[in-house]
């Protein structure tokens, strides 16, 4: 409700014609808009977690993004995040560089490349902060070039004895007195209505539109009907994913500043919560064998926070063993993390607890009460549909099966001489890659062909193709096709590299191939030679995780 002095304001305005801003975002052209508050959490490997969760997010392009880390972590978030999303300091300082210990410049934060700055949040307004000096401070970083997240909102106690606009609206006032009709082009208004922020109180989305309503009101008042109609305004409270879509759909809520929603996967259904974009989540995987693969795919996983390994079934390896064969590998390494056998029936990956079970018949593995909604069958035993089947009495969902299958149409080849000594032995081998490429791409079925030779190194294989091209190109011009589709449609799948590297380089490598610029060459330019390595234990363990993250989404 308004106070009587605001209630006079608005009146005042609304005589004026001046009600007209009061609009829908989408019917003024308001942008939605999400901004994350970080606040001082994070460690660098939760930062690179939450980098990571984002550059995997499916976001609304109707949705402009901003998230906000602690200024330690300001430059390396710009520098690896999506460039779609927009990076913002949590303060700025008054004025320019100089003999100020601790503070951070606007122009610093423009040399970095930021675009955004919080101003006047109420855990800095609560140290002391006057609305004059986060008027100034807000001001100076406009005209430095950053833009401006400007906060407002009120207490308990000014909620309770009904003088919020009374509380709020000189906050608003003071950023007023100093802007230019110029400057609120690049302001976004963030209400937080303090109260309701970590208390156990709850703002209902009537509430939150009758404040923004009477905020917008009195912004045009005095700064004028159309920089209240332009400027969008957001909700500053504790805004979860499932609260989003009720309160975005107020007339005066023009997005969020999300605090502790924004350190989670479930920011994406924020930004995505007016739109039919599906966010990734986190998927929940158990993997039936722990051997070669089955490790493997524990490592991938490992790197990813979308991934959860929340179970593995081997009735051979005991916990002890498990949390040995994890934690060190003759090719890839010790593992990045700590593995701790908890009992006989958990292990701790990196302190994340993963259910171990010890059956034999994968219809009596517990899938589903270990949260398990995929499974990697990677026993190479249970591999036709009907076998690998047998986990959904378990729970299971989806089975994605990690070896060759009966059912699928793919040939795994080899002949007598594969019993020979490796390690003393260049050995020619057949193998099915060549008829597996034109399965997958059906232009090129019968067209290629192709034979291996195993070779004494522990890991990574190479791949010498040989084409003869109906359409002539230069071997410079091959290349820069490969290096562009490397950093784009084939980005983390197909690498690209021109050092004088050799096979060991390239272990642990997660990509399915790695073009090699200087090894290929052109005897005309329609008889090439292009070389590509790759890892196929690690490659591999990382697309049947992809796989699984494709399927879930997709569903």
Same mark, same amino acid.
């Given at each position: 409700?308004?106070?009587?002095?605001?209630?006079?304001?608005?009146?005042?305005?609304?005589?004026?014609?001046?009600?007209?801003?009061?609009?829908?975002?989408?019917?003024?052209?308001?942008?939605?808009?999400?901004?994350?508050?970080?606040?001082?959490?994070?460690?660098?490997?939760?930062?690179?977690?939450?980098?990571?969760?984002?550059?995997?997010?499916?976001?609304?392009?109707?949705?402009?993004?901003?998230?906000?880390?602690?200024?330690?972590?300001?430059?390396?978030?710009?520098?690896?995040?999506?460039?779609?999303?927009?990076?913002?300091?949590?303060?700025?300082?008054?004025?320019?560089?100089?003999?100020?210990?601790?503070?951070?410049?606007?122009?610093?934060?423009?040399?970095?490349?930021?675009?955004?700055?919080?101003?006047?949040?109420?855990?800095?307004? $609560?140290?002391?902060?006057?609305?004059?000096?986060?008027?100034?401070?807000?001001?100076?970083?406009?005209?430095? $070039?950053?833009?401006?997240?400007?906060?407002?909102?009120?207490?308990?106690?000014?909620?309770?004895?009904?003088?919020?606009?009374?509380?709020?609206?000189?906050?608003?006032?003071?950023?007023?007195?100093?802007?230019?009709?110029?400057?609120?082009?690049?302001?976004?208004?963030?209400?937080?209505?303090?109260?309701?922020?970590?208390?156990?109180?709850?703002?209902?989305?009537?509430?939150?539109?009758?404040?923004?309503?009477?905020?917008?009101?009195?912004?045009?008042?005095?700064?004028?009907?159309?920089?209240?109609?332009?400027?969008?305004?957001?909700? $500053?409270?504790?805004?979860?994913?499932?609260?989003?879509?009720?309160?975005?759909?107020?007339?005066?809520?023009?997005?969020?500043?999300?605090?502790?929603?924004?350190?989670?996967?479930?920011?994406?259904?924020?930004?995505?919560?007016?739109?039919?974009?599906?966010?990734?989540?986190?998927?929940?995987?158990?993997?039936?064998?722990?051997?070669?693969?089955?490790?493997?795919?524990?490592?991938?996983?490992?790197?990813?926070?979308?991934?959860?390994?929340?179970?593995?079934?081997?009735?051979?390896?005991?916990?002890?063993?498990?949390?040995?064969?994890?934690?060190?590998?003759?090719?890839?390494?010790?593992?990045?993390?700590?593995?701790?056998?908890? $009992?006989?029936?958990?292990?701790?990956?990196?302190?994340?607890?993963?259910?171990?079970?010890?059956?034999?018949?994968?219809?009596?593995?517990?899938?589903?009460?270990?949260?398990?909604?995929?499974?990697?069958?990677?026993?190479?035993?249970?591999?036709?549909?009907?076998?690998?089947?047998?986990?959904?009495?378990?729970?299971?969902?989806?089975?994605?099966?990690?070896?060759?299958?009966?059912?699928?149409?793919?040939?795994?080849?080899?002949?007598?001489?594969?019993?020979?000594?490796?390690?003393?032995?260049?050995?020619?081998?057949?193998?099915?890659?060549?008829?597996?490429?034109?399965?997958?791409?059906?232009?090129?079925?019968?067209?290629?062909?192709?034979?291996?030779?195993?070779?004494?190194?522990?890991?990574?294989?190479?791949?010498?193709?040989?084409?003869?091209?109906?359409?002539?190109?230069?071997?410079?011009?091959?290349?820069?096709?490969?290096?562009?589709?490397?950093?784009?449609?084939?980005?983390?799948?197909?690498?690209?590299?021109?050092?004088?590297?050799?096979?060991?380089?390239?272990?642990?490598?997660?990509?399915?191939?790695?073009?090699?610029?200087?090894?290929?060459?052109?005897?005309?330019?329609?008889?090439?030679?292009?070389?590509?390595?790759?890892?196929?234990?690690?490659?591999?363990?990382?697309?049947?995780?992809?796989?699984?993250?494709?399927?879930?989404?997709?569903?």
């Amino acid at each position: 409700m308004l106070s009587n002095t605001a209630s006079k304001i608005v009146s005042s305005a609304a005589k004026k014609g001046t009600r007209a801003f009061n609009s829908t975002s989408a019917l003024s052209g308001r942008k939605f808009f999400v901004g994350g508050n970080w606040k001082c959490n994070g460690s660098v490997q939760q930062t690179s977690d939450l980098i990571s969760i984002l550059n995997q997010s499916t976001l609304s392009t109707d949705t402009e993004v901003v998230v906000c880390p602690s200024q330690v972590y300001v430059q390396g978030v710009r520098e690896k995040l999506r460039g779609d999303i927009s990076v913002g300091a949590q303060d700025v300082w008054v004025q320019g560089n100089g003999a100020f210990t601790g503070e951070t410049s606007a122009d610093m934060l423009k040399d970095m490349g930021v675009g955004w700055a919080v101003v006047g949040h109420s855990e800095r307004r $609560g140290k002391g902060e006057s609305s004059e000096e986060c008027a100034k401070k807000a001001k100076y970083a406009l005209d430095k $070039g950053l833009k401006v997240i400007a906060c407002c909102g009120e207490p308990l106690e000014a909620r309770e004895a009904g003088t919020t606009n009374d509380y709020v609206f000189p906050q608003i006032k003071a950023y007023a007195d100093v802007f230019s009709k110029e400057d609120w082009a690049n302001v976004v208004i963030a209400y937080e209505p303090i109260w309701a922020i970590g208390t156990g109180l709850t703002a209902t989305p009537e509430q939150a539109q009758d404040t923004h309503s009477d905020l917008r009101k009195y912004l045009g008042e005095i700064a004028g009907a159309d920089v209240a109609e332009s400027t969008r305004i957001l909700y $500053g409270g504790s805004a979860t994913g499932a609260t989003a879509p009720g309160l975005s759909a107020k007339p005066d809520i023009d997005g969020f500043l999300v605090g502790g929603a924004s350190l989670k996967p479930e920011f994406a259904d924020i930004v995505n919560c007016n739109g039919a974009e599906k966010s990734l989540k986190p998927v929940n995987i158990g993997i039936n064998g722990f051997g070669r693969i089955g490790r493997l795919v524990m490592r991938a996983a490992h790197n990813d926070p979308m991934v959860n390994i929340v179970a593995v079934n081997d009735p051979f390896i005991p916990t002890n063993y498990m949390e040995y064969m994890l934690s060190f590998d003759t090719v890839h390494g010790k593992f990045p993390g700590e593995v701790i056998a908890t $009992g006989d029936k958990e292990i701790s990956v990196s302190g994340k607890p993963v259910k171990v079970f010890g059956e034999m018949d994968p219809s009596k593995i517990s899938w589903g009460d270990a949260g398990a909604d995929y499974v990697i069958e990677s026993t190479g035993v249970f591999t036709t549909t009907e076998k690998a089947s047998m986990h959904m009495s378990g729970g299971a969902k989806k089975v994605v099966i990690s070896a060759p299958s009966a059912d699928a149409p793919m040939f795994v080849m080899g002949d007598w001489r594969g019993g020979r000594a490796a390690c003393y032995n260049i050995i020619p081998s057949s193998t099915g890659a060549a008829k597996a490429v034109g399965k997958v791409i059906p232009d090129l079925n019968g067209k290629l062909t192709g034979m291996a030779f195993r070779v004494p190194t522990a890991n990574v294989s190479v791949v010498d193709l040989t084409a003869r091209l109906n359409k002539g190109a230069s071997y410079e011009t091959i290349c820069a096709k490969i290096k562009d589709a490397s950093e784009n449609e084939l980005k983390g799948v197909l690498g690209y590299q021109n050092k004088d590297i050799v096979s060991s380089d390239f272990i642990s490598d997660n990509h399915s191939s790695i073009f090699d610029e200087k090894a290929g060459i052109a005897l005309t330019d329609d008889f090439v030679k292009l070389v590509s390595w790759y890892d196929n234990e690690a490659g591999y363990s990382q697309r049947v995780v992809d796989l699984i993250k494709h399927m879930d989404i997709s569903k």
